[in-house]
């Protein structure tokens, strides 16, 4: 039983260290430093250097300067395209350093399950930052960095004192990543590519063809193929195609054939 919970224990320390990473590094250096050199933590012998004071101190000024940087909308998301490069590897040497003296596999192991969980909350925390960064006023970025904080405090605290319960919540946590990361992605796309075609760095879509876009069929042809001068025969060709599919006489596919066929391009 005692084996039983001391791994539970190491489990939650390893995994809770490097998921707490990926959303502010700093603050869990302090954490386990400051509880450390307390004795309030008991921590594997290949962590115990963060307990020296000049650790805690580094850790300390890191954690003082994003209190006020994670506030500041657009900077926040800038500091972490940067911790990009800083969390991810930590939370993996945290969780390795974790597991203590134990085979070298079991260690890289334990590196690498730290170092793909403090991506996924660093990415996830990053995705959400920046989706928040788009509301003009800065109380939701305000309101979002201090509940980061107060989710990492209390996530290592309960790590600490009731492993199982953390680790059912880790569980929980990864779930909702993976089916919210991808959604992410998709209105973080959406945001860059409008930003893109107000600055004139990509060109806009092509209009759909509709009666009252003000389109003749032919103009629609032309703005969906981006195709070179046709002959005048050609235009008379592809409208004359265009009325009867939409008099539906011919089929949208017996439409593209014959479009392909009209252009040359079969």
């Known amino acids: ?17 490097s998921w707490a990473s990926g959303i502010n590094l700093y603050a869990v250096l302090l954490v386990l430093g400051i509880g450390g050199s307390t004795g309030n933590i008991d921590l594997p012998p290949d962590l115990q250097v963060l307990a020296d004071p000049m650790v805690i101190g580094a850790a300390g000024l890191m954690y003082f300067v994003e209190f006020f940087v994670d506030k500041t909308p657009g900077v926040d998301t800038a500091w972490d395209t940067l911790h990009t490069f ?14 203590g003296d134990v085979t070298p596999a079991l260690e890289i192991a334990a590196g690498i399950m730290g170092g793909a969980l403090s991506a996924t909350s660093h990415v996830t925390k990053t995705g959400t930052r920046a989706l928040i960064n788009t509301s003009p006023e800065p109380f939701s970025n305000w309101g979002a960095s201090i509940s980061e904080d107060i989710v990492v405090f209390t996530g290592l605290w309960t790590a600490l004192n009731y492993p199982l319960v953390f ?40 209009p759909a063809y509709s009666h009252t876009s003000g389109m003749s069929p032919i103009d ?38 014959t479009k392909k066929k009209i252009l040359g391009e079969e």
């Open 167 to 206: 680790l059912c919540l880790l569980f929980a946590f990864v779930v909702l990543a993976i089916w919210v990361l991808p959604k992410i992605w998709r209105v973080l796309k959406a945001i860059v590519l409008k930003i893109g075609g107000w600055l004139g760095m990509r060109d806009a879509p092509p």
């Open 1 to 17: 039983m005692e084996s039983y919970q001391a791994l539970l224990a190491t489990l939650a320390l390893s995994m809770g260290a």
């Open 220 to 257: 629609f042809s032309l703005a969906i193929d981006n195709h070179p001068v046709y002959s005048e025969e050609q235009l008379r060709q592809i409208e004359a195609l265009q009325c009867l599919k939409e008099a539906g006489k011919i089929s949208e596919e017996e439409f593209l054939n």
């Open 86 to 99: 800083i969390r991810i590897p930590a939370g993996a040497m945290l969780a390795a350093g974790a597991v």
